[in-house]
């Protein structure tokens, strides 16, 4: 019995590690060399491994891939099929080339998956998580995305002029919704002829996950002075390598007990703040001696005294960090950053700078 064990441990050593995903990057008609680098986080900073979903010919009746990777580089339960209503022609590579783009960026947002005016197509995400998700879908010119379950109805990714990264509502759209007991998503592009998607970021918002983001340490863009902070932290400062902004506790709308502390800044009255997107998709705007991170609808959660160069919110007596940033019933993402005193003689002529960023996905 002892030698069975043994030579089934064995065997099951050999085997895949198959774990239930969280969160998944899908390049929709990419592959090899043609997907982003598991560094780039696209639109939703969200930074792993992304899965290829691609056609090897035209009029296909479907495509599909099997055991997605999640971002943390685990094999998951979860698979990806894109399909076209039967007998009404096949599917399609789509090659967007509108404004020839390289790179990572280039890779996401210049290929995809399309169909005609003939049928309608379906993106089907099978073996998810039960529970609360953000779904971003990055779609071509004019097309309105469709997510079963979703809060939203459909919403449109309308593009513009292109600005060098990724634009919500131009090139991509957020849809927050719930996955029921049968773990399925339904992604159906609508358009008054062709439709097509480009890629998928599936973030489950369960453990409240953060991600550092926009960083003055080199790895994002350059600090307005060639200031380039301490690894993980913001640009420099004239009294130190950057401030760094962390958090601890649970982001949860109904249970919130988040905590923001932020290290490195000078000891004044410091301001804490919450924006609805990332400035450059995560890699800052210089601005004053430092990177903005937080754009969009952007909300001043709280000013503190910063004291030995640390501040925190909240503090004995303030509203809870949902509460001050109207955090929805369903969650979502938020970036953070924190607003700080500097020397006018450092660097620019401003008299501020700011911490590095930080990207919370609130549960419900």
Not at 45 to 57: E, F, K, T, V, Y
Not at 273 to 289: E, I, L, P, V
Not at 328 to 357: D, K, M
């Amino acid at each position: 019995m002892f030698a069975a064990l043994v030579r089934a441990a064995a065997v099951l050593a050999l085997l895949p590690t198959i774990t239930v995903a969280q969160s998944i990057n899908l390049d929709v008609g990419g592959g090899p060399p043609t997907l982003p680098s598991p560094t780039y986080g696209a639109a939703a900073q969200q930074s792993g491994p992304w899965n290829d979903l691609s056609i090897s010919g035209a009029d296909e009746d479907l495509t599909s891939v099997a055991n997605l990777t999640d971002v943390d580089g685990h094999v998951s339960v979860v698979g990806a099929t894109c399909s076209l209503t039967p007998g009404s022609g096949g599917l399609q590579g789509a090659d967007i080339g509108l404004y020839d783009l390289t790179g990572d960026v280039g890779a996401l947002m210049s290929d995809g998956i399309g169909a005609g005016n003939y049928g309608v197509i379906q993106l089907l995400f099978e073996g998810l998580q039960p529970g609360p998700y953000e779904v971003w879908t990055y779609a071509g010119p004019g097309t309105q995305i469709e997510v079963i379950h979703a809060v939203e109805g459909w919403l449109p990714a309308n593009y513009q002029t292109w600005q060098g990264y990724p634009v919500e509502g131009q090139h991509y759209v957020i849809h927050h919704m719930s996955v029921s007991s049968d773990g399925r998503l339904r992604i159906i592009p609508h358009f008054p002829g062709w439709r097509e998607i480009l890629a998928v970021q599936l973030i489950r918002l369960e453990g409240a996950p953060t991600r550092a983001t926009c960083l003055g340490d080199g790895s994002g863009a350059a600090c307005p002075c060639g200031n380039t902070g301490g690894a993980g932290r913001g640009c420099a400062t004239s009294f130190g390598p950057g401030a760094r902004l962390s958090a601890s506790g649970v982001a949860s709308v109904t249970a919130d007990s988040l905590a923001l502390a932020v290290d490195g800044v000078s000891n004044s009255t410091v301001t804490f703040f919450q924006g609805t997107q990332s400035a450059a998709a995560g890699a800052g705007a210089a601005f004053g001696d430092g990177l903005r991170c937080a754009t969009g609808s952007l909300i001043r959660i709280g000013a503190k005294p910063a004291a030995a160069n640390a501040a925190a919110f909240p503090q004995p007596g303030d509203s809870p960090v949902s509460v001050r940033g109207g955090i929805p019933a369903y969650g979502g993402t938020r970036i953070y950053q924190v607003w700080f005193r500097n020397a006018a003689s450092y660097c620019t002529n401003a008299t501020f700078n700011w911490s590095s960023g930080l990207a919370v996905s609130w549960q419900p």
